[in-house]
């Protein structure tokens, strides 16, 4: 695995790119989870595992949203961005905020599921 960090101004492109992949299945279904970990909740699953339906980043609002089958996640004003890919492709994703909380959006393909 590979985690690299993102400049900001390649987050709007790699999310696009990512989300067009997905979309027309370049990339195959995926499974997200969301943890939030901050000082004041600690760490927080938000979201068990569901169906993704999409990433990204708008820069105009200043918000990266996940949207998944039952929820909807946007985090405002992110400072930092990381990803966390393989072969398989992106497995993570990490956004951090200013006041330090973090955001860990996990990503799996239906057929890893633990039996």
């Known amino acids: 695995m590979a985690v690299r960090k993102l400049e900001k101004s390649e987050w709007e492109s790699y999310f696009n790119e990512f989300d067009k992949k997905y979309r027309e299945g370049q990339i195959p279904a995926k499974e997200v ?39 909807d996640h946007l985090i405002h004003k992110p400072v930092e961005v990381y990803v966390d890919e393989d072969v398989d492709g992106l497995k993570a994703v990490e956004v951090i905020q200013a006041d330090g909380t973090k955001h860990i959006i996990k990503l799996r393909t239906p057929e890893a599921l633990p039996e």
């Open 33 to 71: 989870q969301i943890e939030i970990v901050n000082d004041e909740i600690g760490d927080q699953v938000e979201t068990w595992w569901q169906p993704l339906i999409g990433l990204a980043y708008d820069p105009k609002d200043d918000e990266f949203e996940v949207a998944a089958e039952r929820h």
